[in-house]
């Protein structure tokens, strides 16, 4: 099934057809300014991809304070401190 693709007026302008047609199994990009921003998916699809879609959103996060880091290592801290600090807030037993 091809994707079908609305700028973000045309979305905006029938949302309730891009609705229906998520609902019914077909994905959906909308574009602002020529570029894919958003991709409307049926809700039953998301539930099965929300575990991975994390897992993608989770990495992506840890490239990026990897990268801050690399720039500047001064920026880390000792574990004893962090793991001091997480006793204290009760995240961790001792």
Do not use: C, H
Not at 2 to 16: F, G, H, I, P, T
Not at 36 to 44: D, L, S
Not at 66 to 85: Q, S, V
């Amino acid at each position: 099934m091809a994707v079908k693709v609305y700028s973000s007026d045309q979305a905006r302008a029938k949302w309730r057809d891009v609705l229906d047609t998520a609902v019914i199994g077909q994905d959906i990009i909308i574009e602002r300014y020529g570029k894919p921003t958003v991709a409307v998916i049926a809700y039953e699809d998301y539930a099965q991809f929300n575990e991975i879609l994390q897992d993608l959103r989770d990495a992506r996060e840890a490239q990026q304070i990897l990268a801050e880091w690399r720039r500047d290592p001064d920026i880390a801290r000792p574990w004893e401190e962090f793991e001091a600090e997480l006793i204290a807030e009760g995240l961790l037993d001792e």
